[in-house]
């Protein structure tokens, strides 16, 4: 059995723990980085925050291939697309850590990846991915959020500093990778572990085949 890439889709992320994921799940497609600022809005639910990226994410290159604008706030503004724009897909995602009323994005510094263990030890938290399939040939933003609780066990500040000297933690939402070294801090989980390492493929896979993107053969 096979996956086959139906329509050009275009992944909207440098990251390459979602490269990896969708090279695993047999998926076709291409690499073009969104460049957007990501910022978290006043009051913005995680949930909500997460979502938002993805959207803008997907928006931002899918404008890449068009001449015009299609669509403004997830909503189609031009009916009459050119015949001549190619069947092409985005797919965007946004993942985050929360744990508390806490948001944990990528460490700025060795101090902020040691605090955020900290924070982390101990307890559950929850990482929240929004994804995004946008075309612009047939007028479509699908938005979808998965959520995945996991929790840490109590981490020894000698683990800690063991784990930060190693470099991991310093690209990673929430200071860690439960597909790396940081899986010696993960207790249990539930709900997606594929989530967790950046990108919910069971949730992606069986969107893109509803939108006719890839069949399985």
Same mark, same amino acid.
């Given at each position: 059995?096979?996956?086959?890439?139906?329509?050009?889709?275009?992944?909207?992320?440098?990251?390459?723990?979602r490269?990896?994921?969708?090279?695993q799940a047999g998926v076709n497609f291409e690499i073009v980085p969104?460049?957007?600022?990501?910022?978290?809005?006043?009051?913005?639910?995680?949930s909500d925050y997460v979502k938002?990226?993805?959207?803008?994410?997907?928006?931002f290159v899918a404008q890449k291939f068009i001449d015009s604008d299609f669509m403004a706030n997830g909503k189609c503004i031009s009916e009459s697309i050119s015949k001549n724009t190619p069947n092409?897909?985005?797919? #965007?995602?946004?993942?985050?850590?929360?744990? #508390?009323?806490?948001?944990?994005?990528?460490?700025?510094?060795?101090?902020?990846?040691?605090?955020?263990?900290?924070?982390?030890?101990?307890?559950?938290?929850? %990482?929240?991915? #929004?994804?995004?399939?946008?075309?612009?040939?047939?007028?479509?933003?699908?938005t979808r959020l998965v959520k995945?609780? %996991?929790?840490?066990?109590? %981490?020894?500040e000698r683990e800690i500093d063991w784990y930060i000297a190693t470099?991991?933690?310093?690209?990673?939402?929430?200071?860690?990778?439960?597909?790396?070294?940081?899986?010696?801090m993960v207790k249990s989980i539930n709900g997606s572990y594929s989530n967790v390492v950046g990108l919910p493929v069971c949730e992606v896979i069986e969107l893109l085949t509803q939108e006719g993107i890839i069949e399985m053969c």
């Open positions: 059995m096979k996956n086959i890439t139906i329509k050009r889709l275009i992944l909207a992320s440098q990251s390459p723990r490269k990896e994921l969708l090279e969104a460049d957007i600022e990501e910022r978290r809005m006043a009051s913005e639910e995680p938002r990226l993805s959207r803008e994410k997907a928006q092409i897909w985005v797919l #965007g995602a946004d993942t985050t850590v929360v744990v #508390g009323n806490e948001l944990l994005e990528k460490p700025t510094s060795e101090d902020n990846a040691r605090l955020m263990l900290r924070t982390l030890s101990g307890k559950t938290h929850i %990482v929240y991915t #929004g994804f995004t399939l946008c075309s612009e040939s047939e007028c479509k933003i699908i995945t609780e %996991v929790l840490f066990k109590r %981490v020894t470099g991991e933690p310093f690209d990673k939402a929430g200071a860690y990778a439960i597909q790396g070294l940081g899986a010696f």
